[in-house]
Structures are given as structure tokens and as C-alpha cells.
């Protein structure tokens, strides 16, 4: 009876919030907020509109602009706020559509443009910014991550050793330590990471915190939940709002049956719709919470279908766990873990993937990734889990 | 407990979740009515703010009075981003009323305004050129959606595709009706369950009523009679899915697509298991009306997931019942000469029985699957 209740009252409000969308309206009340913005008087965004100010003057002033797309690019990260990302294109308009662009620009463009998942265009500019500056470590550090993302293991790995003689030693070990842990080399490169890691007190605290959310999952990839979950709280503790460590902790504790922990974490992230899927999930695991959790599937699904209707593709993985794990429609999440796996070949590409397939009794479909994981030894408990799950699924 | 519920209520009534981060899209809307066209234009507040500044006293909290002082910047600003034209000509653009609305990621203003087209007749194509934001978030993108004679198309502008020419041609409705009966076609075509379930009520018609009660050939149909026969099931079958795919396509009535699948299985059985053990007598016609309506409301889901444009609403439930009949009657047309061949042969004693039993054990298992959303065989 009580079920039913709530049952009826998350299907009325379902309702009522799809309604109170759909149709334009004016505002009774002139005093009414409609909307909140940057506050004028922000510092960051007063030292943004000066920069703008005089760029729009001089346009073609290279240093002015990329500083201002520098800027931007890093709100973009710190907000996990895509608008800027556009911004950040802008202030660098005079150059975008050129082949031939300075290399300041080339490589803020590679950091734009993997932003939006156009990795191969990413690659060609960073080829081209250290056939010039062979020395430039940002790129090679970027060319490692596109590269990885990939899963060109051999030339990322490449590219990170580059590194050795341009950076600080905590960037090479944590940059080839991001391709060996999915690449068979896991345990060994945990620990050199560790170790260094201890060794660069005093690092940049972005690369430390780099660092030790590497190190976390790498702990949880091979089924140590007590040190991961220490290196987890360890870099929250230094950065509690990044996004992706948010992410990661969330996923961690979603698979420790944690869910409780996970609502508690991202009550205040929803604006970003991976933090809000992992916020869903949590809720669906936890008794009396289908008012919050209709509320929080309807408006998952209004994002995606946003995205799709612009047609961005940069978050077909988390809307891949959406389809599969909120909505239930094991077909559609498998299809989009796949045009995701041919973009993306992370361990959680991997793991929608195989999920999905198990889910839609697609044995098949499974193949081609379970073949990368035997290939590459890729050694992670989930994947070990679900590969054997799928083997015993087959053979009966 | 009620004081519960309505705190639950209250709370689940406070929708807007945090608003999303998404990169800026405005949402245009064209509604072609011969000369003129009505449009809608939603564009984010927070862009309009970047663009021009709204927020006029800066603390971030943007009110409706802030909007409403700029209502006359605003449309100025959005429409001097937008171009319609036709052949004849740039069609004129006219601010109408503004209003609010929220999409996923904030308060978007809301411009309504009318374009007037130049020419006598209505324009066969609209040149759309949309450079809104294009200088300040090249990322930005406008998503129009553009009515016309009740056809529906979509376009994304984007600073590499800023101008697009749209055509406004309506599909014949000849090239239309033919799409459907295609569908209708390729539907008959792939669906077992039908097929199963004509076949089997079809298999006695060539013997005659005693024998094939008995299950045994030694009686002799005339081919006139089981032509009849046939004819009387056939028919009796196309009747009742028509009626009931109708009623579905037109919204009259729904049913749960897993309640009609899983009558559909059921309904192979029943018909097959009738070649065995006779269940319907001489009443195969009335078996063949009662679960054809069933059959009616699978169709008309294959229909719905097709997308019934509205404006041809009848023309493609016709052209799609048409081409399930078409489908039907090439089957009736191979199954009748061969098992009016056959009908006095072993194989078509085996066929009356293990046959029927194979197509009663393949459709049972199609019910469980249904029945309880699993998957057993492909």
C-alpha cells in the first residue's frame, strides 16, 4: 500500500514536471529570478570581460588571444561547464580554420577539440606543434592521454617516455602508469607510481591529484578495495569538486553496494549529467527514494535527448549505462556502448560493452572487446567478472 | 502518513533539478502556412546575457522585469542573426509576443515572430542562413524544426553549416501509399507468428470436415469447396485485424504491447493445437475473426514505431493493410495448389499432426518469452 502511494505520487510529479516544461509562459511576479548568472563583480569574470575587451580592439593579438582561450579552456575544466570550451574557440577565431596556425594555437586547439571527441584532429595538430617544438611537453602529455584513450597503447606509451627528459619525473611515471595499468603491465607500474608519487613532495597539486586518482583505480581495478578506498578519500580530500574523481569515487562505491554514500556525495553535483547518472543509480539502489529517482530519470532523459538532438556523441558511454541500467532497454544500451567502444576504449567502455551484451544475451556483440581485453591484457576484476559471467552464459 | 505523502508531494513538485551543463543551443521553430511562416525562437538567457547583457544591475539574479526592459534589444539582436528567403525573395521577419520557458539546462527567452514571404504562391523552398553566437561560441548550434503541410523535417546550423536551403515539397501521396504497402509487405513477410498462425488454421482446408476432425486424410474436399473454405478463414482474418488495426493506428484504443505479443503466441498455439485435438470444430472462420483482432493491435505497433505522418494518416493505414493483404494472399496462393497436391500423401497426415505440434511447441515458447520478457530461442 505504501509502495503503491509513492508509486502514484512519483508518477503525478513525473507529470506535473513534464507539463510545467512544455509550454512558454510569462512571469506574474516582475521581481520573479528567471535565471542565475555570473555576478558581475566576480573577479574571475571581470578579468574575463577585460581580456575580451581588448581582444575584440586587436583581434589578431596571438598572445592576448591565447591566453584568454587558456582561460577559458581551465574554467571550462574547473566548471565542467562545455559553453566555455565554445568561448575559449572563439577568442581563437582569427587562426581556427587554418591549417597552418601558430602553435600556441594548435595545441589549445587539440585540448578543444578532444574535448569534443574529434580525437583524430586533435592528433594531427599535436603532430604538427612537436615536428616544430619537439620539446614541448604539454603536447607530448596530451598526445599520450588521446593516444590512450584510443588504446594505441605502444605509441602512447612512446609518447609518454618523450616525457622523461621534459618533465618533472611524477608526470612520466603517472603518464606511462595511465597506459600500463590497462595494458598488462598494472601491478608493476602501481607500484614505481606509488613510490614516486611519496618521492614529489611539493608536486603541482592538478598532477598529484592525477597522481593519486590513478592510483585508486588501479587499486580498485585489481580488487583492493581498503587501499583504494584510502587513495580515493586521500585525493578528495586535496580536491573535493573535481568531477572526475567524483566520478570515479562514486563508481567505486556503487560497486561496494555504497549507495547510501553516493547520494550523500553528489546531492549538489547534478548540473553535470555523469555525476547525475551515478546519483540516479545510487538512488535506485536504495529503498523509498522512486519520487527522487523518477525525478532524476526524467530529467537524465531529457538531457541525452538534448545532446542527441544537437548531435553530440561525447557522453554515449554514460547515456549507454542510462539506457542499460535506468531504462532498462538492453538492445538500445548496446548499440550505443558500440559506436562508443569505436570512439572511446577505456576500462569503462569496456565494461558497458560486456553489460550490455550479457544484458541483451548478445554473445557476439562481446566478442570484439573481449578479444581487446585477452589481446591487451587488460586486468581489471569487473572485466574478469563479466567475461567469465558472458563464457558460462555461452556455453549453457 | 498523509502528512508524509504531501511533504513528498511538495518536494518531488520542486522540478527543476540543478540545471545541466551543456554546450548552448537555441531551439528554432518554423511553421510554414502558405506566404507566412510562424516562428518560435528559444534562446538561452544566459547566451542573450552574454551577448548583450540582461542582468542590469549585476548581481547575477536575473528577474523578469530585467528581461522584459530588453525585450525590444532582444528581438532586434536575435532576428538581425537570422535570414529567411525565398526564391522570390528575403521574406520579412516581425517580432511578435516574448515569453519564458526552461529547458534542460536554464531559462531560455522565448521570441515568437512572423516572417512574410514575397510571391503569390507559397514558397517551394526556404533559404535559412542563422549566424546567432556564431562570433562569440562557435560550439553554439541552432536546432530548427520546420512544419510544413504536416510533414515534419530538422536541421542543425552550426558555423560551417550557417545557410541551408530547405525544400518544402510535400511527397506525393501516390510514392507515400506505396512506401506502406511495402512495409505492410516486408511485415507479412517477417512475421512468423502470423504466418504460423494462418497456416494453421489453413492446413484442414483442404480435407473434409469429418477426416480433418479425425485427423486422417481419407475423405476428399473438392477443390471448390476448400477454395471456399479458405476464403471464408482469410477473409475472416483480414476483417478483424483491419478493424483493430485501424482503431489502434487512429488512438482509439492501446492495449500493452507485451499483453498483444503474448496473445499472439497464444493464439498460434490454440490455432495449431485445433489440428490435433479440434477446439474450434467447424468455426474456424470465427476463430480466425476473434484472434485476427489480436493480430490487428500487433500491426499497429509495427505501424506506430514506423511513425504515422499525420497529415497522411489514412493513406498510409491504408496503403499498410493493403500490403499485409498482399502478403497474405502470396502465401495463400504458394500453400493452396501444394496442399491441395499433398492432401491425400502421408507427409500431409504428418503435417496435420507433428507439424502442428512442432508450430504449437515453437509458439508456446514464444509466450513464455513474452510472458515473462525473456529470451529462449532467436
Not at chain 1, 578506498?229 to 573535481?242: G, K, S, T, V
Not at chain 1, 544484458?359 to 591484457?377: C, H, M, S, Y
Not at chain 2, 515534419?152 to 501516390?174: K, Y
Not at chain 2, 494462418?198 to 486422417?216: Q, T
Amino acid at each position: 500500500m505504501k509502495s503503491s502511494i509513492r508509486w502514484l505520487a512519483s508518477a503525478l510529479c513525473t507529470g506535473l514536471c513534464s507539463t510545467s516544461l512544455a509550454t512558454p509562459y510569462i512571469p506574474k511576479d516582475g521581481a520573479a529570478v528567471i535565471e542565475q548568472l555570473p555576478r558581475r563583480a566576480d573577479a574571475t569574470q571581470t578579468e574575463l570581460r577585460r581580456l575580451r575587451t581588448q581582444l575584440n580592439a586587436q583581434p589578431q593579438d596571438l598572445a592576448l588571444a591565447t591566453s584568454l582561450a587558456q582561460r577559458y579552456i581551465g574554467l571550462s575544466r574547473s566548471e565542467t561547464d562545455p559553453r566555455y570550451l565554445g568561448y575559449a574557440q572563439a577568442a581563437l577565431a582569427p587562426w581556427w580554420q587554418s591549417a597552418a596556425a601558430p602553435v600556441a594555437v594548435r595545441l589549445l586547439r587539440a585540448t578543444i577539440l578532444q574535448s569534443t571527441h574529434q580525437f583524430n584532429a586533435a592528433l594531427q595538430d599535436l603532430d604538427a606543434v612537436i615536428a616544430q617544438q619537439p620539446g614541448n611537453a604539454q603536447a607530448w602529455l596530451t598526445r599520450a592521454t588521446v593516444l590512450t584513450v584510443q588504446g594505441n597503447y605502444a605509441a602512447a606509451s612512446a609518447s609518454c617516455a618523450r616525457l622523461s627528459s621534459l618533465a618533472a619525473q611524477l608526470v612520466t611515471v603517472t603518464c606511462l602508469a595511465n597506459v600500463a595499468g590497462v595494458n598488462g603491465r598494472a601491478e608493476k607500474s602501481e607500484q614505481l607510481l606509488d613510490l614516486t608519487l611519496q618521492r614529489s613532495a611539493g608536486a603541482a597539486p592538478e598532477m598529484e591529484n592525477w597522481a593519486l586518482t590513478l592510483l585508486a583505480e588501479m587499486a580498485a581495478r585489481r580488487g583492493d578495495a581498503t587501499v583504494a578506498e584510502r587513495r580515493y578519500r586521500q585525493a578528495l580530500a586535496q580536491q573535493p569538486r573535481d568531477s572526475y574523481l567524483l566520478g570515479a569515487w562514486s563508481d567505486f562505491l556503487l560497486d561496494q553496494q555504497r549507495p547510501q554514500e553516493v547520494i550523500a556525495l553528489l546531492q549538489g553535483e547534478q548540473r553535470i549529467d555523469a555525476l547525475l547518472l551515478r546519483y540516479a543509480l545510487a538512488l535506485q539502489a536504495v529503498p523509498g527514494q522512486q519520487a527522487a529517482l523518477a525525478r532524476a530519470t526524467t530529467e537524465l532523459a531529457a538531457r541525452f535527448n538534448a545532446a542527441m538532438q544537437r548531435g553530440d556523441t561525447v557522453h554515449q558511454r554514460e547515456q549507454a549505462r542510462f539506457a542499460l541500467l535506468l531504462q532498462h532497454n538492453a538492445p538500445q544500451a548496446l548499440q550505443l556502448a558500440q559506436k562508443n567502444w569505436a570512439v572511446q576504449k577505456e576500462v569503462a567502455d569496456m565494461r558497458i560493452v560486456l553489460e550490455a551484451a550479457l544484458a541483451a544475451r548478445d554473445f557476439e556483440a562481446a566478442q570484439p572487446v573481449l578479444g581487446w581485453i585477452a589481446t591487451n591484457k587488460v586486468q581489471d576484476v569487473a572485466l574478469q567478472a563479466l567475461a567469465a559471467r558472458l563464457a558460462a552464459r555461452k556455453a549453457t | 502518513m498523509m502528512a508524509r505523502l504531501i511533504m513528498m508531494v511538495l518536494a518531488c513538485c520542486w522540478c527543476t533539478l540543478a540545471q545541466a551543463h551543456k554546450p548552448s543551443d537555441s531551439y528554432l521553430s518554423l511553421d510554414v502556412q502558405g506566404q507566412t511562416i510562424a516562428g518560435q525562437w528559444d534562446i538561452a538567457l544566459r547566451d542573450l546575457d552574454f551577448a548583450i547583457g540582461l542582468d542590469g544591475n549585476g548581481d547575477g539574479e536575473l528577474t523578469w522585469d530585467e528581461i522584459r526592459t530588453r525585450h525590444g534589444q532582444i528581438a532586434a539582436y536575435a532576428l538581425q542573426h537570422l535570414k529567411i528567403g525565398s526564391a522570390a525573395g528575403p521574406c520579412q521577419l516581425q517580432a511578435g509576443q516574448q515569453l519564458i520557458d526552461e529547458h534542460t539546462d536554464g531559462a531560455y527567452n522565448v521570441l515568437r515572430f512572423q516572417a512574410t514571404c514575397p510571391g503569390s504562391a507559397a514558397p517551394a523552398n526556404l533559404d535559412v542562413s542563422y549566424t546567432l553566437l556564431a562570433d562569440l561560441d562557435p560550439q553554439h548550434k541552432g536546432l530548427l524544426k520546420l512544419s510544413h503541410d504536416g510533414q515534419v523535417q530538422t536541421a542543425i546550423f552550426e558555423p560551417g553549416h550557417a545557410r541551408q536551403n530547405l525544400s518544402l515539397a510535400a511527397p506525393s501521396r501516390l510514392a507515400q501509399f506505396g512506401a506502406y504497402v511495402q512495409h505492410g509487405i516486408w511485415h507479412i513477410w517477417i512475421g512468423y507468428d502470423h504466418i504460423l498462425f494462418l497456416l494453421s488454421l489453413l492446413l484442414p482446408a483442404v480435407l473434409l470436415p469429418a477426416a480433418s476432425r479425425a485427423g486422417i486424410a481419407s475423405g476428399q474436399q473438392s477443390l471448390k469447396a476448400a477454395f471456399f473454405d479458405v476464403l471464408k478463414v482469410v477473409t475472416a482474418f483480414t476483417l478483424a485485424h483491419s478493424i483493430t488495426l485501424s482503431l489502434a493506428s487512429l488512438s482509439l484504443i492501446s492495449l500493452p504491447s507485451r499483453m498483444v505479443e503474448s496473445a499472439i503466441a497464444a493464439s498460434v498455439v490454440l490455432a495449431a493445437l485445433n489440428n490435433v485435438l479440434p477446439l474450434f470444430r467447424g468455426k474456424r472462420p470465427v476463430a480466425a475473426f476473434v484472434f485476427g483482432l489480436i493480430h490487428g493491435f500487433g500491426f499497429a505497433s509495427v505501424l506506430r514505431d514506423l511513425g504515422l505522418p499525420q497529415s497522411a494518416l489514412v493513406t498510409s493505414l491504408l496503403g499498410f493493410n493493403v500490403g499485409v493483404e498482399i502478403g497474405q494472399l502470396a502465401i495463400v496462393a504458394v500453400f493452396l495448389p501444394v496442399a491441395w497436391l499433398l492432401r491425400r500423401t502421408w507427409f500431409y497426415r504428418q503435417l496435420m499432426s507433428w507439424g502442428s505440434l512442432a508450430i504449437a511447441l515453437v509458439a508456446a515458447i514464444w509466450l513464455l518469452e513474452r510472458l515473462a520478457d525473456i529470451k529462449l530461442i532467436s
